[in-house]
């Protein structure tokens, strides 16, 4: 386990706040607005023998939402407040799924860039929801710059993968079913990428008793990196997970709002990903991609060790890959 140094205040005087942007007001209107349209994940408790683990673990089962990731929650949030007739986003897979998904429910027409790196499982599926699949570069930075010249051309509104600000309130909305439903956690492990959904969380979580600890593939160490830097810098993009956690650099609205909230990064090796997609699967049957078992490779591997008494939540946040992949 790495130990981060102290980040300061996002205000002056102030610690552990939420951006103001991004607040719980801004959580519990974004869950009223998309109630409609996704799903109440449940969660899994397992005892520490069925999974191998240190500790019992409590699974926030977010690759059962639609589109099969939890990105749903941000791109429902922002479309509904756009206004929107047509859609433009950049993605390694899971966001256009889901923004795909949004935009054929509420009736606008989306166009989705994505990477080489993009899962042609994710693609198919951005493909069935009946969008627009532009594939451009060979990474997520790549792809976001092509959907940017097309929205100039086109002046379709954006929904970005992980840092606006109705983004992060959708995806914060995890965190607000995750504390209901499992009142007196300690600690939620939750994989990073851009760091769109640790930012939702941690403006939630705030001020409640529950530690994030931030989770991510060595070969994507977007956060581990922006955090030694002390601000948003590129980092490395490659490995496992690299089509869902393959930022090449987090968004600045999340860097704010995990600014003295999120205190622990830890790293870990494919090798430990792909066990905890095993692992998932053996225990309870459960697909999850290599993104999505991210933050229980942190358990199962050792990177994060739980402190005495410890009640542990791990988000699986997403489950878009050929099922056949994990049962090996």
């Known amino acids: 386990m790495t130990s981060l140094p102290q980040i300061g205040p996002s205000r002056p ?181 851009g760091g769109g959904l640790i930012g939702g969380m941690a403006a939630w979580l705030a001020r409640g008793p529950a530690q994030l600890v931030a989770v991510e593939p060595e070969g994507c160490p977007t956060f581990h990196t922006a955090l030694r830097a002390g601000s948003p810098v590129d980092a490395p993009v490659g490995g496992l997970a690299a089509d869902s956690l393959g930022a090449r650099r987090v968004g600045a609205l999340m860097f704010e709002t995990t600014r003295g909230v999120v205190r622990e990064s830890v790293l870990v090796p494919d090798e430990a990903i792909r066990e905890a997609q095993r692992r998932l699967w053996s225990a309870a049957r459960l697909v999850a991609e290599p993104g999505g078992a991210t933050a229980l490779a942190a358990l199962l591997c050792g990177a994060w060790v739980p402190p005495a008494g410890a009640r542990v939540g791990v988000l699986v946040c997403g489950g878009n890959c050929d099922p056949g992949s994990v049962a090996g």
């Open 13 to 193: 005087g102030e610690s552990g706040t939420a951006h103001p942007a991004v607040d719980r007001a801004a959580i519990e209107a974004a869950a009223a607005r998309i109630l409609p349209h996704i799903r109440r994940t449940p969660v899994l408790d397992l005892p520490a023998p069925a999974l191998g683990t240190s500790c019992d673990v409590a699974l926030k089962l977010e690759q059962l939402q639609v589109s099969g990731s939890f990105k749903a929650r941000g791109a429902f949030n922002a479309l509904l407040q756009s206004g929107a007739t047509s859609v433009i986003a950049a993605s390694g897979g899971n966001h256009g799924a889901a923004v795909a998904h949004a935009a054929a429910a509420l009736g606008i027409r989306a166009e989705i860039h994505v990477p080489a790196i993009s899962a042609p499982s994710k693609v198919a599926r951005i493909r069935e929801a009946g969008a627009v699949v532009m594939q451009d570069g060979a990474t997520y930075a790549e792809a976001f710059a092509a959907s940017e010249r097309r929205r100039a051309e086109t002046g379709a509104t954006s929904v970005h993968a992980y840092d606006q600000p109705e983004v992060l309130a959708g995806q914060g909305t995890v965190a607000r079913e995750f504390e209901a439903d499992s009142p007196g956690l300690t600690h939620i492990l939750v994989a990073v990428g």
